[in-house]
């Protein structure tokens, strides 16, 4: 998939039935956990998709939470929504049934999504996700000392909580306690 916002390709899974190429056909959009990808295995989320003869949508959205374009970045938001449009030209999608899950770094993403573009999918299903990113920094920093998921963390928004205010600014639009919110 070509991301609208950068050109960059971003991988993705795709499983359609072949009913999809003329029926309107629900979608599952199924979101990698923090630290993997769109080749993380989900089994169980891709059968259930099948079994009931939907799209299923495994988008990478920037891999592992560890860079800055990761971690509910625009660039990875829009990742996302690029894939499902990419899906939405090769099948027919019903729009009306597009549906958003993730466990862990999915589930935070799935509800960022639903946050920032709750009138894009039909529900939303977030397991385990992270709500508030800053005060997830804090509990994985122990004695001062930063562990392996605040050290992503950082990496992805430049610092640690009350670094700068850009920092800040980073973890409250990275942060779906923030933006749903607005819904």
Same mark, same amino acid.
């Given at each position: 998939?070509?991301?609208?916002?950068? !050109?960059?390709? %971003?991988?993705?899974?795709?499983?359609?039935?072949?009913?999809? #190429?003329?029926?309107?056909?629900?979608?599952?959009?199924?979101? @990698?956990?923090?630290?993997?990808?769109?080749?993380?295995?989900?089994?169980?989320?891709?059968?259930?998709?099948?079994?009931?003869?939907?799209?299923?949508? @495994?988008?990478?959205? !920037?891999?592992?939470?560890? =860079?800055?374009?990761?971690?509910?970045?625009?660039? /990875?938001?829009?990742?996302?929504?690029? #894939?499902?449009?990419?899906?939405?030209?090769?099948? =027919?999608?019903?729009? /009306?049934?597009?549906?958003? #899950?993730?466990?862990?770094?999915?589930? @935070?993403?799935a509800m960022l999504?639903?946050?920032?573009?709750?009138? $894009?999918?039909?529900? &939303?299903?977030?397991?385990?996700g992270i709500s508030?990113?800053?005060?997830?920094? !804090?509990? @994985?920093?122990?004695? *001062?000392?930063?562990?392996?998921?605040?050290?992503?963390?950082?990496?992805? &928004?430049?610092?640690?909580?009350?670094?700068?205010?850009? &920092?800040?600014? %980073?973890?409250?639009?990275?942060?779906?306690?923030?933006?749903? *919110? $607005? &819904?």
């Amino acid at each position: 998939v070509v991301s609208t916002l950068d !050109r960059s390709e %971003q991988p993705a899974v795709v499983w359609a039935p072949a009913s999809a #190429a003329d029926r309107p056909t629900p979608v599952l959009v199924f979101l @990698h956990s923090w630290r993997s990808d769109y080749r993380q295995a989900n089994t169980d989320w891709q059968r259930e998709a099948v079994e009931r003869g939907w799209i299923y949508l @495994h988008p990478n959205f !920037r891999g592992v939470n560890e =860079r800055q374009e990761a971690c509910g970045s625009e660039l /990875a938001r829009q990742d996302i929504l690029d #894939a499902i449009d990419d899906v939405s030209t090769r099948y =027919r999608v019903d729009s /009306a049934r597009v549906y958003l #899950a993730g466990t862990s770094g999915g589930g @935070h993403m799935a509800m960022l999504m639903a946050g920032y573009q709750p009138r $894009r999918f039909s529900a &939303v299903s977030a397991w385990v996700g992270i709500s508030d990113l800053a005060a997830w920094q !804090r509990f @994985h920093t122990r004695e *001062g000392q930063p562990t392996k998921y605040a050290q992503m963390l950082e990496a992805c &928004v430049g610092g640690p909580p009350g670094t700068s205010a850009v &920092v800040d600014a %980073q973890y409250r639009s990275r942060s779906p306690l923030t933006v749903l *919110g $607005r &819904v």
